[in-house]
């Protein structure tokens, strides 16, 4: 693909998104009330749109070669990315997680693939050589780790043997060897015996040399014309579009295509290095050249203000004061104002209304003093007229949209040139980054200067006066020398404080040696196989319609056994009429409503393994892997549940990220957990506490577990992204008695537990540490879901898959384990097996399939294709998801707070309080006063 068709890719881009950005700022006037039915009409197609424009800039920020295009294209597309979250935050919050945008595809026709979110490849090919060193660090530290090697095993060939033993042995494999050479010739001679029997029996004449020949001749002729007649078919029915292209075909292209792709890489990291280069050498010889020139006019410039200054000083101002370096220097906007101070008539009428401002202001306070009380009595008289109405925000990423596309209109748009196939850097353009910006070399000389104004002010007030500069220097210097006496006091000797003063390269080789970081399998969020669900909006309205009937034949029912206790009479004519008496009936109805429940029957849980994919993407790979988005999407503590709400024995909220991932075992919970470190090179840490690194005994009580927690934290924020990975997290938070009971394992949990908790708001709101827990739900586990909930803020559900995702999964993975020769299997075989296969979880389904197609079968599958048959013998060892464990994962589901993420929409939610918080607020008040 060539720089047109890129750049036109980005033309494109931007003019979708500077109408987007039109349309989503025009709901922000102040007035728009939105709810969820308005966001569900307007947002939900804004926020596909925005994905399809985010997908666009980052195939051309991934190809372009231009840098400093690229630079501006990055600032964009993080802005679209963040922007893009943030109506997905909206959306989840008002109106739940994991809709179905069933009808918004069809309004704008678009496929079900359009909702796959794609990860921005520069979260590791930026990082490339980074992780290439770490990698190789890992495998440095792995061949000099000093704890002894587990020992092997004896097998019987490891064995020591006599010598008599083993000549035996070798005589047994020679006569073996002997044998079946022998056994190989004598039936050779008996095959050629036969046919020559044949031949004296048919009375056939043995040919000469010149007729067998011509016969071989014949026939290979005859085989070399009909297999050129197949391929002429074949190319003219491809010509025609009538058959796909040959396989060998697709690969040669696609290699094409990787090559192409390949040397743009590597002319976009040469123009980038020679960029940087260029920039380092034109920033010196611009400040060789030009540098002194600028700094002779910013000091003259500045002492012109400041002598101005001097002048019109008053007895009580302090002309002297220079900003200091901190606080900006001469680009101080207070000292700018200052020194272009206004003449004598403007500051009369600058006074005048000044007075007249303090005056109105004052009436102004009286007013809302007054509007306040009234509105104090007002509340206290009818609390009902109280009436929250939401509007809109204005985005964070709204101005850097707008500057976004602003520059690429007036800078790029008309910059392109089409000859240029080297597409190096713009000469202009860099001069003036050099020159301006907050770190330009404009910046910096003026820093220069702002120095030697400061020294010359100080020696100049030092002239004029120096016997009040010496006293009052005298002065500070006391105060100061007290300030740092009483600095130094402290607390020192403190295990957390051993661990600060040590060195992150040192403290991650110990965690690595001690396997606490592991080496993670490469897998990536698309090996999560399963597909779109392009049924969901019809079953949720059918779910609805089911839990309405249910609700009106229970109240019908209910209503006949009324009448049945109410009037005799009637009651003998409703027996007769459906040949039951009344005890009959009631059980009956009893056992009916058991089986079908008129609470919790139109809701549906369960996303879809596609949705599940895309809420992984948007809630822990999108913020973890880039700092911007980090920054402005998810700043952390204002959102953070309180305490007080989930229980009294809650912990506290977090700073940082915190994912749980709960689900069936085999779901593919651990598996995404390496995605999520594998997509954003993030540095992955195993605190799993029945995991290898806790078995040794040296992390079982609470002071090397705080050691450890230290040591982790510190290592995840200096090397960030990191994901913390705890799995079997239930055991950290639930109280196991009775027979559950592990005391070996409660040495681990309790400090592990409490440590956890503290190190977790040690973090700041900005940085990129993941603490990832995964789950299989339990009795337990539904007893502490308050206290699990209020630690981790996102909840995310791995489902089972359903029929097209077990139909995708068995054909792909067949495919991928034994090739295209695997894949002779019917369409109605793999039926069969995606129905076998119901309500078991994807990791059993890939076991199965590496159970059954093992090296030694995939060598044969010419000689003996694959059969559905086979796969049964490893099936039948697995167990599927049992109705039991279903309802407890549906129930704690259905539990998590509406508006978390991961959190469906329910029938039910449309019946809650607009305000659940403040209503509770206001009973507790109410409860008070009486």
């Given at each position: 693909m060539s720089n047109l068709t890129y750049e036109e890719q980005l033309r494109e881009a931007m003019v979708e998104l500077r109408e987007q950005l039109e349309c989503d700022m025009g709901f922000a006037d102040g007035k728009t009330v939105f709810d969820s039915e308005f966001l569900l009409q307007n947002y939900g197609p804004l926020y596909i749109k925005y994905l399809m424009v985010m997908r666009k800039l980052e195939n051309c920020y991934d190809q372009l070669l231009h840098p400093q295009k690229r630079a501006d294209v990055r600032v964009v597309l993080d802005a679209t990315i963040g922007r893009m979250l943030e109506i997905k935050k909206n959306l989840v919050h008002h109106c739940g997680d994991y809709i179905n945008y069933d009808d918004v595809l069809i309004d704008l026709k678009l496929v079900p693939e359009t909702l796959e979110i794609p990860i921005p490849r520069y979260y590791t090919e930026?990082?490339?050589?980074?992780?290439?060193?770490?990698?190789?660090?890992?495998?440095?530290?792995?061949?000099?780790?000093?704890?002894?090697?587990?020992?092997?095993?004896?097998?019987?060939?490891?064995?020591?043997?006599?010598?008599?033993?083993?000549?035996?042995?070798?005589?047994?494999?020679?006569r073996g060897r002997q044998g079946r050479l022998r056994a190989k010739f004598m039936k050779e001679i008996r095959d050629q015996e036969e046919r020559e029997r044949k031949v004296l029996a048919e009375g056939q004449i043995e040919s000469d040399l010149q007729q067998s020949a011509t016969k071989i001749q014949k026939h290979f002729k005859g085989f070399l014309a009909r297999k050129r007649c197949k391929e002429l078919k074949r190319q003219e029915l491809e010509f025609l579009g009538m058959e796909l292209p040959a396989t060998d075909r697709?690969?040669?292209?696609?290699?094409?295509?990787?090559?192409v792709l390949h040397r743009r890489k590597l002319a976009q990291q040469q123009n980038y290095q020679q960029l940087e280069v260029d920039r380092s050498t034109l920033r010196q010889e611009i400040k060789d050249q030009e540098g002194g020139r600028l700094m002779e006019e910013v000091h003259d410039?500045?002492?012109?203000?400041?002598?101005?200054?001097?002048?019109?000083?008053?007895?009580?101002?302090?002309?002297?004061e220079f900003p200091s370096v901190e606080e900006g220097g001469s680009r101080n906007p207070e000292w700018m104002a200052v020194r272009t101070e206004p003449s004598g008539d403007e500051q009369a009428a600058g006074a005048t209304q000044d007075a007249a401002k303090t005056s109105g202001g004052k009436d102004g306070k009286k007013k809302k003093e007054s509007k306040k009380k009234e509105g104090k009595k007002g509340k206290k008289g009818d609390d009902s007229s109280e009436t929250k109405v939401e509007v809109i925000p204005a985005s964070k990423f709204w101005p850097r949209l707008h500057e976004g596309t602003d520059r690429y209109v007036t800078v790029w748009q008309d910059r392109f040139e089409p000859t240029d196939f080297l597409q190096k850097y713009d000469k202009t353009l860099l001069r003036a980054?050099?020159?301006?910006?907050?770190?330009?070399?404009?910046?910096?000389?003026?820093?220069?200067?702002?120095?030697?104004?400061?020294?010359e002010i100080h020696n100049l007030q030092m002239g004029l006066m120096a016997g009040t500069a010496k006293k009052s220097k005298g002065k500070n210097k006391g105060k100061n020398k007290k300030e740092k006496k009483g600095k130094t006091g402290g607390k020192t000797g403190d295990s957390s404080d051993k661990v600060k003063a040590q060195d992150v390269y040192n403290l991650c080789r110990e965690l690595y040696w001690i396997k606490f970081i592991p080496n993670i399998p490469e897998v990536k969020v698309a090996d999560y196989i399963g597909a779109h669900n392009l049924m969901g909006r019809v079953e949720e309205e059918a779910s609805q319609i089911q839990g309405g009937q249910i609700e009106e034949i229970s109240r019908k029912w209910q209503e006949l056994l009324d009448k049945w206790e109410e009037d005799p009479e009637q009651a003998k004519v409703i027996e007769r009429s459906i040949c039951m008496k009344k005890e009959e009936f009631q059980a009956l109805f009893t056992e009916w409503k058991k089986g079908n429940p008129s609470t919790n029957v139109g809701t549906l849980f369960e996303p879809s393994m596609a949705q599940v994919r895309q809420a992984v993407t948007e809630y822990c790979i999108l913020p973890l892997g880039s700092q911007t988005i980090r920054d402005l999407v998810d700043p952390g503590g204002d959102e953070a549940k309180k305490p007080e709400k989930a229980g009294k024995k809650a912990p506290a909220a977090t700073n940082g990220m915190a994912a749980l991932f709960y689900g069936a075992s085999l779901s593919g919970k651990t598996m995404m957990s390496h995605a999520i470190a594998n997509e954003t090179g993030s540095l992955f840490f195993d605190l799993t506490p029945t995991g290898p690194a806790f078995q040794d005994g040296r992390y079982c009580s609470p002071g090397p577990i705080k050691i450890l927690l230290a040591m982790v934290f510190k290592v995840a924020r200096a090397w960030a992204p990191a994901v913390i990975y705890i799995d079997k997290v239930d055991a950290v938070f639930c109280k196991r008695k009775?027979?559950?009971?592990?005391?070996?394992?409660?040495?681990?949990?309790?400090?592990?537990?409490?440590?956890?908790?503290?190190?977790?708001?040690?973090?700041?709101?900005?940085?990129?540490?993941?603490?990832?827990?995964?789950?299989?739900?339990?009795?337990?586990?539904?007893?502490?879901?308050?206290?699990?909930?209020?630690?981790?803020?996102?909840?995310l559900y791995f489902p089972h898959p359903d029929y097209a995702s077990r139909m995708l999964l068995w054909t792909t993975l067949v495919k991928k384990a034994g090739g295209s020769r695997a894949v002779t299997l019917p369409d109605t075989d793999f039926e069969i097996l995606a129905y076998m296969t119901t309500k078991c979880t994807s990791g059993v389904i890939a076991n199965v399939?590496?159970?059954?197609?093992?090296?030694?079968?995939?060598?044969?599958?010419?000689?003996?294709?694959?059969?559905?048959?086979?796969?049964?013998n490893s099936l039948v060892k697995y167990k599927p998801v049992f109705k039991e464990d279903w309802l407890m994962m549906k129930e704690f589901s259905l539990k998590v707070p509406f508006g978390t993420p991961g959190r469906r929409k329910n029938p039910d939610d449309d019946k809650r309080p607009v305000d659940d918080e403040e209503g509770k607020g206001k009973k507790g008040k109410k409860k008070g006063k009486k």
């Amino acid at each position: 693909m060539s720089n047109l068709t890129y750049e036109e890719q980005l033309r494109e881009a931007m003019v979708e998104l500077r109408e987007q950005l039109e349309c989503d700022m025009g709901f922000a006037d102040g007035k728009t009330v939105f709810d969820s039915e308005f966001l569900l009409q307007n947002y939900g197609p804004l926020y596909i749109k925005y994905l399809m424009v985010m997908r666009k800039l980052e195939n051309c920020y991934d190809q372009l070669l231009h840098p400093q295009k690229r630079a501006d294209v990055r600032v964009v597309l993080d802005a679209t990315i963040g922007r893009m979250l943030e109506i997905k935050k909206n959306l989840v919050h008002h109106c739940g997680d994991y809709i179905n945008y069933d009808d918004v595809l069809i309004d704008l026709k678009l496929v079900p693939e359009t909702l796959e979110i794609p990860i921005p490849r520069y979260y590791t090919e930026e990082r490339k050589r980074e992780l290439g060193d770490r990698k190789k660090l890992f495998e440095t530290w792995a061949q000099t780790d000093p704890s002894p090697a587990d020992p092997k095993p004896a097998d019987d060939d490891n064995l020591p043997i006599d010598i008599t033993t083993a000549i035996t042995i070798l005589q047994c494999n020679e006569r073996g060897r002997q044998g079946r050479l022998r056994a190989k010739f004598m039936k050779e001679i008996r095959d050629q015996e036969e046919r020559e029997r044949k031949v004296l029996a048919e009375g056939q004449i043995e040919s000469d040399l010149q007729q067998s020949a011509t016969k071989i001749q014949k026939h290979f002729k005859g085989f070399l014309a009909r297999k050129r007649c197949k391929e002429l078919k074949r190319q003219e029915l491809e010509f025609l579009g009538m058959e796909l292209p040959a396989t060998d075909r697709v690969a040669q292209e696609a290699e094409k295509l990787n090559k192409v792709l390949h040397r743009r890489k590597l002319a976009q990291q040469q123009n980038y290095q020679q960029l940087e280069v260029d920039r380092s050498t034109l920033r010196q010889e611009i400040k060789d050249q030009e540098g002194g020139r600028l700094m002779e006019e910013v000091h003259d410039e500045l002492l012109e203000q400041i002598i101005k200054l001097k002048t019109n000083a008053g007895e009580n101002d302090k002309w002297w004061e220079f900003p200091s370096v901190e606080e900006g220097g001469s680009r101080n906007p207070e000292w700018m104002a200052v020194r272009t101070e206004p003449s004598g008539d403007e500051q009369a009428a600058g006074a005048t209304q000044d007075a007249a401002k303090t005056s109105g202001g004052k009436d102004g306070k009286k007013k809302k003093e007054s509007k306040k009380k009234e509105g104090k009595k007002g509340k206290k008289g009818d609390d009902s007229s109280e009436t929250k109405v939401e509007v809109i925000p204005a985005s964070k990423f709204w101005p850097r949209l707008h500057e976004g596309t602003d520059r690429y209109v007036t800078v790029w748009q008309d910059r392109f040139e089409p000859t240029d196939f080297l597409q190096k850097y713009d000469k202009t353009l860099l001069r003036a980054e050099i020159m301006e910006g907050p770190g330009g070399l404009e910046a910096e000389l003026r820093g220069y200067v702002d120095a030697l104004i400061r020294v010359e002010i100080h020696n100049l007030q030092m002239g004029l006066m120096a016997g009040t500069a010496k006293k009052s220097k005298g002065k500070n210097k006391g105060k100061n020398k007290k300030e740092k006496k009483g600095k130094t006091g402290g607390k020192t000797g403190d295990s957390s404080d051993k661990v600060k003063a040590q060195d992150v390269y040192n403290l991650c080789r110990e965690l690595y040696w001690i396997k606490f970081i592991p080496n993670i399998p490469e897998v990536k969020v698309a090996d999560y196989i399963g597909a779109h669900n392009l049924m969901g909006r019809v079953e949720e309205e059918a779910s609805q319609i089911q839990g309405g009937q249910i609700e009106e034949i229970s109240r019908k029912w209910q209503e006949l056994l009324d009448k049945w206790e109410e009037d005799p009479e009637q009651a003998k004519v409703i027996e007769r009429s459906i040949c039951m008496k009344k005890e009959e009936f009631q059980a009956l109805f009893t056992e009916w409503k058991k089986g079908n429940p008129s609470t919790n029957v139109g809701t549906l849980f369960e996303p879809s393994m596609a949705q599940v994919r895309q809420a992984v993407t948007e809630y822990c790979i999108l913020p973890l892997g880039s700092q911007t988005i980090r920054d402005l999407v998810d700043p952390g503590g204002d959102e953070a549940k309180k305490p007080e709400k989930a229980g009294k024995k809650a912990p506290a909220a977090t700073n940082g990220m915190a994912a749980l991932f709960y689900g069936a075992s085999l779901s593919g919970k651990t598996m995404m957990s390496h995605a999520i470190a594998n997509e954003t090179g993030s540095l992955f840490f195993d605190l799993t506490p029945t995991g290898p690194a806790f078995q040794d005994g040296r992390y079982c009580s609470p002071g090397p577990i705080k050691i450890l927690l230290a040591m982790v934290f510190k290592v995840a924020r200096a090397w960030a992204p990191a994901v913390i990975y705890i799995d079997k997290v239930d055991a950290v938070f639930c109280k196991r008695k009775g027979k559950n009971k592990n005391p070996e394992l409660d040495k681990v949990v309790k400090p592990l537990k409490k440590e956890l908790l503290s190190s977790m708001k040690t973090l700041e709101p900005t940085d990129r540490v993941l603490v990832l827990g995964n789950c299989h739900i339990s009795e337990e586990v539904l007893k502490a879901q308050d206290e699990m909930l209020s630690f981790f803020k996102v909840a995310l559900y791995f489902p089972h898959p359903d029929y097209a995702s077990r139909m995708l999964l068995w054909t792909t993975l067949v495919k991928k384990a034994g090739g295209s020769r695997a894949v002779t299997l019917p369409d109605t075989d793999f039926e069969i097996l995606a129905y076998m296969t119901t309500k078991c979880t994807s990791g059993v389904i890939a076991n199965v399939i590496a159970e059954t197609l093992t090296k030694r079968r995939i060598r044969r599958l010419n000689h003996r294709p694959i059969k559905a048959d086979e796969f049964l013998n490893s099936l039948v060892k697995y167990k599927p998801v049992f109705k039991e464990d279903w309802l407890m994962m549906k129930e704690f589901s259905l539990k998590v707070p509406f508006g978390t993420p991961g959190r469906r929409k329910n029938p039910d939610d449309d019946k809650r309080p607009v305000d659940d918080e403040e209503g509770k607020g206001k009973k507790g008040k109410k409860k008070g006063k009486k």
